[in-house]
């Protein structure tokens, strides 16, 4: 199935977790990344718990700091 990341489609393993998915790709520590799916912020604590679907979009941001 393909999931879009970033709106880049990315090949995947029907029913992958999004925890499975973010540790495939190296999205070990999650310190300052927010992860929106399909438009929804998942908190950290609820990443374990949801499931992709074919056709997800996954937004991936992490905070900078600058001025």
């Known amino acids: 199935?393909?999931?879009?990341?970033?709106?880049e489609p990315?090949?995947?393993d029907f029913g992958?977790?999004?925890?499975?998915?973010?540790?495939?790709?190296?999205m070990v520590d999650l310190s300052g990344w927010?992860?929106?799916?399909?438009e929804v912020v998942v908190p950290e604590g609820e990443i374990?718990?949801?499931k992709l679907s074919d056709?997800?979009?996954?937004?991936?941001?992490?905070a900078t700091q600058g001025g």
């Open 34 to 38: 927010a992860i929106a799916l399909n």
């Open 10 to 12: 990315k090949k995947i």
């Open 55 to 62: 056709g997800d979009r996954l937004i991936l941001i992490q």
């Open 16 to 26: 992958l977790s999004l925890k499975s998915f973010l540790l495939q790709i190296d």
């Open 48 to 50: 374990g718990g949801k």
């Open 1 to 7: 199935m393909t999931v879009f990341v970033n709106d």
